[in-house]
């Protein structure tokens, strides 16, 4: 819950206001300051505090526009409670369109940072020392890496029930059970005992409508559950409608037996049987042609969308149930 007095990186916020305060921890080698804009929306009323971020990645700008829009459509000032955004967490990533920190370290397996570590794990350190403890939800947005696509997806810890109905409130098409990844922004949050959603959605470098739907109406429906603000109007014009996720326990990726240009066959999201043709890999020289078949049955959650594929990598993401 709220109280009178709340500050964030020594900048006092009132009820009812609104502030853009800046992390600034670092500077570029030409001495040129980064700063990390971050937007607070506070409510008169007391209630719930979320922290919204994306770009942890920097070079997953779909994420980016999710936080965006909410922020650019006012969707980030409830009426109750408080609202901090953070649409760009890795700006050095975002500046050169790459997903790492300029010292080459993921910022993603760092936390909680320390204030004598890396550049990136200082940056870590900060994000929770200053951030982390106002806020007692959390959604965090992601795209897949490279050129593999991820359907619209929420990944929660197996056994955190808060968190899975609050997953099931958000209307992906999926929630995915997955292991919290040591020293990452999920597993730090979930030790400090707060709630993350993980959205997986689309895939780097890359910005597609649907996704973004799908990732700010689940942001709509999680504040209007946890009593924010109501959000009607706004889900009905989003034209992403609530689907009642598909849980996946079990997944497993397909991977290439040959080198040589990928066409895929499938379409993402859908269910398939085992033995259906799910692509093909030839040479570029028309020698060969070889089709893959799934190895099981399940939902197609990820697709490699790289025209070309060395023996194996990863092609196709696909649940399944054990036996």
Known sequence: MLNNEIKILGHAISNGKGVQVNLDIAKLHTRTKIEVPIIVERAKKDGPTLLITGGIHGNEVNGIEIVRQLVAKGFNKPERGMVICIPVV?????????????????LNRVFPGSVRGSLASRFAYHIIKEIAPLAE????YHTG???????????????????????????APFI?????????FRETLRKLGKKVLLFEGGKTLFLDDDITKAGVAGALRVMQHLGMRDFPKELEKNESPFIKPTLIS??????????????????????IHKGTIIGSISDPFGDFEK??????SGYIICINQSPIVNQGDAIIHISFEKN
């Open 250 to 271: 079990n997944s497993i990726w397909i991977r290439a037996k040959y080198s040589g240009m990928f066409h895929s066959q499938i379409k993402l999201g859908s269910y």
């Open 90 to 106: 890795n700006v050095f990533g975002f500046l050169n369109q790459t997903r790492k920190f300029p010292d080459g370290r993921d």
């Open 145 to 171: 890496g490279d050129s593999r696509f991820n359907a619209p997806q929420i990944r929660v810890s197996q056994g955190d029930n808060e968190s899975m109905k609050l997953a099931e409130i958000f209307g």
């Open 291 to 296: 089709y893959i078949k799934a190895s099981y």
């Open 137 to 140: 939800y959390c959604i965090d």
């Open 176 to 184: 995915l059970q997955s292991k919290n990844k040591e020293k990452s």
